[in-house]
């Protein structure tokens, strides 16, 4: 592209920092796309079986403990391989070695399938003990231990799904990756779970659809892997490569084992200090009602991390943080609306699941709190890590979850939900916050630019017309659908009035300039 057609205002935005935002909005946009479909498709099943007729708050409960734990096993029978295995092809093409792009490969999938049968096999011999905390009744523990046996084969499959989305990835894509287990895995399970529903098979089938969903992920993602690879990699002879890979992968796997987020705590914490599974049931409902806020972020990081690699290895440190900066603006634009929305609409939003859950309408506003930290901080645990300093989110990682456990401890057994939710909450500001002051002490950024209050001003703008909108007599849908149309339309304005960034500026632009160009059909 020439200047003459670059949309870009160069006065405006650098070509270095306009290719960098065109990085991420590219890459980033694919991933979005791809979290929409898996976030709305796990939405939407939820939607479904908490219904009365289904499983019901209590056996939505039960099934979100089980899928919990079993994604806890699925973690540690993935190894770590998917990271390794992504690592190790990256840099044998970079330096055209085929073989080692194949052997990477080769070990990353053998590695997760021994790791996963290992987790399998204990999984399934050590059921009855890992069910023995959860209940004390022994008809509950010989379900839990039951339904524990029925999922065990998620482990395996999860982890092979992993690694092959991660080999494709290897080859600087992210579009098989995301249609493999953004959409074709989400798509199964979704119309898998509801048929089993249909037919009344209750949790024991929705288990089962986990298992059945990461099968045909597996084949979907050996099928583009399969393509990927050239002929020289496919003629290539194999190398011995599982030493190092081991070496890499075991520090990743540390690290998502002490992963907040990702293991679900809440879930399983709320289980051990409560019988019914009811309360369990509607703190998984508030959880579910989160995940339109963290689209964004979750959709951004995976394109973000090599960028920060790429520009933190030339030392363009205030190139970084000012992208940095623009990704955390643009995080915030997204996701601040969504929670101020579940702040002061719980009910409304929680009556969509079932009307007899609204007991879950406190949990909403508490974990919502919480995640305004955990978006409005942006990805900075990348930064960290993506510097070369894993080992410190490694610690971060373990102090959140031995603040958490601890935490849950003292709370939970007297206030139950409520109590979990708050932990969660406190936990998630806590880290959050302290990853954002070692992000400025050790590498020299932080997230925040003065444009950032521009979000944060709409958002409070469009907060305040809300609960004004409520002093309107009446209540309801009727009155709330009005109200949160109101606020949507002063928040856009809002951020109309105080202007674009030479960032949107130049992705707007880029966007009118390929559909202009577009042929006609």
């Known amino acids: 592209m020439t200047q003459a057609d670059d949309p870009l205002d160069g006065a ?33 099943f939820s939607v479904v079986a908490t219904r009365p007729g289904f499983l019901g708050i209590g056996g939505f409960g039960l099934y979100r403990f089980v899928t919990q734990v079993l994604a806890i096993a699925g973690i540690v ?52 003990f890992l069910a023995t905390p959860f209940s004390a009744s022994p008809a509950k523990r010989e379900q839990l231990a039951y339904l524990l046996r029925v999922g065990a084969a998620y ?47 209750a949790v024991t089938g929705a288990v089962v659809t986990l298992s059945l969903s990461m099968g045909i992920g597996v084949l979907a993602g050996a099928y583009y892997y399969r393509r990927m690879l050239s002929a020289e990699e496919r003629a290539a002879d194999r190398r011995p ?35 019914s599974n009811v309360p369990v049931g509607l703190f ?51 996701s601040f609306p969504v929670f101020g929305l579940l702040m002061l609409y719980p009910d409304l939003f929680v009556r969509i699941f079932n009307s007899s859950a609204l007991e879950a309408a406190p949990l909403v506003v508490i974990l919502a709190i919480g995640n305004v930290f955990y978006t409005g901080t942006g990805p900075t645990g990348y930064v960290i890590s993506m510097t070369g300093r894993p080992g410190v989110n490694f610690i971060n990682s373990i102090v959140a979850v031995g603040l958490y456990v601890g935490l849950a401890f003292l709370i939970v057994p007297r206030y139950g939900a409520i109590g979990m939710a708050v932990v969660d909450a406190t936990v998630t500001a806590l880290i959050n916050s302290v990853r954002v002051i070692e992000a400025k002490l050790l590498v020299g950024v932080q997230p925040f630019g003065r ?63 390929r559909a202009l160009r577009r042929p006609p059909r």
């Open 77 to 128: 029978g993935l190894g770590g391989f998917n990271y390794s295995s992504m690592h190790f092809i990256s840099a044998a093409r970079a330096v055209k070695d085929p073989s080692g792009a194949r052997s990477a490969g080769r070990a990353g999938l053998w590695g997760a399938t021994v790791a996963s049968a290992i987790v399998v096999v204990v999984l399934i011999l050590g059921a009855d």
């Open 241 to 275: 490569i599982a030493r190092p890979m081991i070496r890499f992968a075991l520090p990743q796997l540390g690290a998502s084992l002490f992963n907040v987020q990702a293991l679900g705590l809440g879930i399983v914490v709320l289980k051990l200090f409560t019988e």
């Open 12 to 44: 405006s935005l650098s070509s270095e920092a306009a290719a960098d935002v065109a990085t991420v909005a590219r890459g980033g946009a694919v991933q979005i796309v791809g979290q929409i479909s898996q976030r709305g498709l796990a939405f939407l």
């Open 155 to 201: 482990v395996p499959l999860f982890a092979l799904l992993q690694v092959l989305r991660y080999c494709t990835q290897g080859y600087k894509t992210m579009v098989p990756s995301v249609i493999v287990g953004n959409i074709i895995q989400p798509t199964a399970r979704f119309l898998i779970g509801v048929g089993v529903l249909l037919a009344g098979f």
């Open 284 to 334: 998984a409902i508030a959880l579910a009602l989160q995940g339109p806020g963290g689209v964004f972020l979750s959709g951004i990081v995976n394109i973000w991390a090599p960028v920060v690699s790429d520009l933190y290895a030339r030392g363009e440190i205030e190139r970084l943080e000012s992208l940095y900066q623009t990704i955390t603006r643009w995080v915030a634009t997204f």
């Open 451 to 513: 444009s950032f209050l521009k979000p944060v001003g709409a958002t409070l703008l469009a907060m305040g017309v809300s609960l004004a909108w409520r002093l309107v007599p009446g209540g309801g849908v009727l009155i709330d659908l009005p109200g949160i149309a109101l606020a949507a339309a002063v928040y856009l304005l809002a951020l109309r009035v105080m202007g674009l960034d030479a960032e949107e500026r130049y992705v707007w632009e880029r966007i009118k300039g």
